[in-house]
T-cell receptor, first 117, second 113 residues
C-alpha cells in the first residue's frame, strides 16, 4: 500500500535555529500534501496545504514566514520551522494524497516530535 | 466549512466488552468520512472510510462504522475490545474536491483488563 516517510521522527534544537522536516511519498505521486500540528492530548490542526510546484495555502493564524513549506516534486514536501522557539515544540504530521485514487487516498507520515530548548 | 465533533474525550471499557465511539459531522453535501487510530507518539492509521454506497463500513482490526445521514453521524463500533485497541481515535471529514480534511478532537480509549 501507499507509504509516506517522514523524517526525522524526533529532533531537538536550540531556540533561534531552523529545523527542516521532510515528507516523502514512497510509491505514489502526491499532487497534494498536508501539514498538521498536534499538541499533547489534542487533535490534529491543519497548518497548510501544498500542491506540487505552487505556493502553499496556509490556514488562518499560521505564520507562513515562520513555517516555510516547499513542495518541489510530486514525492517530496518539506516544512521548515524558522527561528524556532519553545512554543513551536509540538508533534508535526504530514499526509500525502494520491490523486490517482478515487477514494481520496490520504496517507499519513509517522510524525516528527520537535522540541525547542 | 465542514466540522467534526467527537463528544467523548475519554472512554474506558473492559477487555472483551463492546465499544462505540461517537462522531457527528457538519457539512452541506455528502461528506467523505474517516476513522483513524493513533498510538502514542505515532502517526495515524486508517481504520475505515465512507464515500458512498453501503452505509455500514467494515474496517481493519474488526472495526465497523455506520453512516447515518439523518443523524449526521458516523459512529465507530467493535463487538469485542482487545487490550491492544487502547489508543486515540480520530474521526475526520473531508470535502473531497476541496482537499480539506478536518479532524475531531479525538477520543482516548482505555481498556481495562
Amino acid at each position: 500500500g501507499a507509504v509516506v516517510s517522514q523524517h526525522p521522527s524526533w529532533v531537538i534544537c536550540k531556540s533561534g535555529t531552523s529545523v527542516k522536516i521532510e515528507c516523502r511519498s514512497l510509491d505514489f505521486q502526491a499532487t497534494t500534501m498536508f501539514w498538521y500540528r498536534q499538541f499533547p492530548k489534542q487533535s490534529l490542526m491543519l497548518m497548510a496545504t501544498s500542491n506540487e510546484g505552487s505556493k502553499a495555502t496556509y490556514e488562518q493564524g499560521v505564520e507562513k514566514d515562520k513555517f516555510l513549506i516547499n513542495h518541489a516534486s510530486l514525492t517530496l514536501s518539506t516544512l521548515t520551522v524558522t527561528s524556532a522557539h519553545p512554543e513551536d515544540s509540538s508533534f508535526y504530521i504530514c499526509s500525502a494524497r494520491d490523486a490517482g485514487k478515487e477514494d481520496g487516498g490520504y496517507t499519513f507520515g509517522s510524525g516528527t516530535r520537535l522540541t525547542v530548548v | 466549512a465542514q466540522s467534526v465533533t467527537q463528544p467523548d474525550i475519554h472512554i474506558t471499557v473492559s477487555e472483551g466488552a463492546s465499544l462505540e465511539l461517537r462522531c457527528n459531522y457538519s457539512y452541506g453535501a455528502t461528506p467523505y468520512l474517516f476513522w483513524y487510530v493513533q498510538s502514542p507518539g505515532q502517526g495515524l492509521q486508517l481504520l475505515l472510510k465512507y464515500f458512498s454506497g453501503d452505509t455500514l463500513v467494515q474496517g481493519i482490526k474488526g472495526f465497523e462504522a455506520e453512516f447515518k445521514r439523518s443523524q449526521s453521524s458516523f459512529n465507530l463500533r467493535k463487538p469485542s475490545v482487545h487490550w491492544s485497541d487502547a489508543a486515540e481515535y480520530f474521526c475526520a471529514v473531508d470535502s473531497y474536491n476541496n482537499n480539506d480534511m478536518r479532524f475531531g478532537a479525538g477520543t482516548r480509549l482505555t481498556v481495562k483488563p
